[in-house]
């Protein structure tokens, strides 16, 4: 009788201590699903010599699903982890390449003192921190980025099989890095390394960052791997500075990009070689201009413009020739309600200047469906986007 009493008080005391202590247990840790979804109907003046309507995913925000977590593992510190799916809403496909997280797949550790440290997939610096300086890297998505992306400040490719450090908050002031693995035996074969910070003050940011990669777009298994490159070249150097004011309901920007290749061979978006036929390009430099303003005329309404000024260095066995493009942005959002808008967007490019006797002659709004036939290259599109 006194063993089965001993056992019963103990059973009980165990049971109230585990209902206790079960839920300060699962406070500490959390999972949270997410997503976007952005669909809508593009209409191109010219796609390789034709207009074309077509139905299109992930403009504004990249279509996406995922899971986020964090433990407390004590002392200020965490595990944290994320993994994003992105895809395409009108065929269902998988993006980045077919891969199943192809938008970010990391795990690290963050300290409320010391910062964070994360390894897998992940963005670089120069979209960590001077893309939210621009249009197409804060509020507008696809259409407005910069030729071609050429500054990634779109998002177009992330850095595999990388280690990132990023700092606390510091009185607004933020930083940190990226270095990315080639994975190979040429240990400096595909491997890429960032850094960039912002500082954060009331209605003003400022941003800075720096890219370099080797054989971005060589094999399977690198940094930049050849399904998920922009450019395709034996090295790639991007660096550029941004900033951004907000006054009242206006916010103003400006931010400049300086993007260099060596012995580019080819690009993602256009697939095609970029020099004339028997021709070697050597280097291919741009230097992107840009100036954005947004007005927010209810908290559910608000109209942004862009301009981009692209100078072209194009040095190639034929001679160096200096082309420029011009890119003009519009967009009007409207809130139906806290998760869910429809927006309007309209983009104009113009090339202009030197002739390169090659297909980047043609105008090519990033997000159409192939080069103009000319010069010039009108996008409009009409979406709704859902966030989750």
């Not at 009493?5 to 839920?23: C, D, E, G, Q, V």
């Not at 690290?108 to 939210?132: E, H, I, K």
Request: aromatic share 14%.
């Amino acid at each position: 009788m006194t063993k089965n009493r001993l056992s019963t008080a103990t059973f009980a005391a165990f049971s109230a201590f585990a209902a206790l202590t079960a839920p300060s247990a699962f406070a500490q840790s959390s999972v949270t699903l997410y997503g976007v979804l952005d669909e809508g109907i593009n209409y191109t003046n010219n796609a390789g010599g034709g207009a074309v309507w077509e139905m299109a995913s992930g403009y504004a925000q990249g279509s996406r699903w995922g899971l986020k977590g964090e433990e407390d593992l004590g002392g200020g510190t965490k595990a944290v982890f994320q993994l994003e799916n992105g895809f395409d809403i009108s065929s269902g496909r998988l993006g980045q390449g077919g891969r199943m997280f192809g938008r970010q797949a990391f795990v690290g550790l963050a300290d409320n003192r010391f910062g964070t440290l994360t390894l897998g997939r992940q963005y670089d610096s120069v979209v960590d921190y001077l893309a939210p300086t621009t249009a197409n890297g804060n509020w507008a998505g696809y259409l407005f980025a910069h030729p071609y992306d050429n500054d990634n400040t779109d998002n177009s490719f992330r850095l595999g099989n990388s280690v990132k450090y990023a700092s606390p908050d510091l009185a607004g002031l933020q930083f940190g890095g990226v270095y990315s693995f080639s994975n190979d035996t040429g240990f400096a074969n595909n491997r890429a390394y960032s850094f960039g910070g912002q500082y954060a003050n009331g209605g003003l940011l400022i941003a800075a960052a720096y890219l370099q990669a080797n054989n971005p777009g060589a094999g399977s298994v690198g940094a930049i791997t050849a399904n998920d490159a922009s450019f395709i070249a034996g090295r790639m150097r991007i660096f550029g500075g941004g900033i951004n004011y907000t006054f009242g309901s206006a916010t103003a920007g400006f931010a400049y990009t300086n993007s260099n290749y060596k012995d580019p061979t080819g690009n993602g978006y256009i697939g095609l070689p970029l020099a004339a036929p028997g021709v070697r390009l050597d280097t291919l430099k741009y230097q992107n201009f840009e100036i954005n303003g947004k007005y927010q005329f209810t908290p559910a309404f608000f109209v942004g413009a862009q301009y981009v000024y692209t100078m072209v260095n194009y040095e190639a066995s034929s001679g160096s020739v200096t082309p420029k493009i011009h890119s003009v942005g519009l967009m009007a959002d409207y809130n139906l309600s806290k998760r869910t808008d429809v927006y309007v967007q309209g983009v104009y490019q113009k090339v202009a200047g030197d002739s390169t006797q090659s297909i980047l002659d043609n105008a090519f709004i990033p997000g159409v469906q192939a080069p103009s036939s000319t010069d010039t290259q009108v996008a409009v599109r009409v979406a709704l986007r859902h966030r989750f």
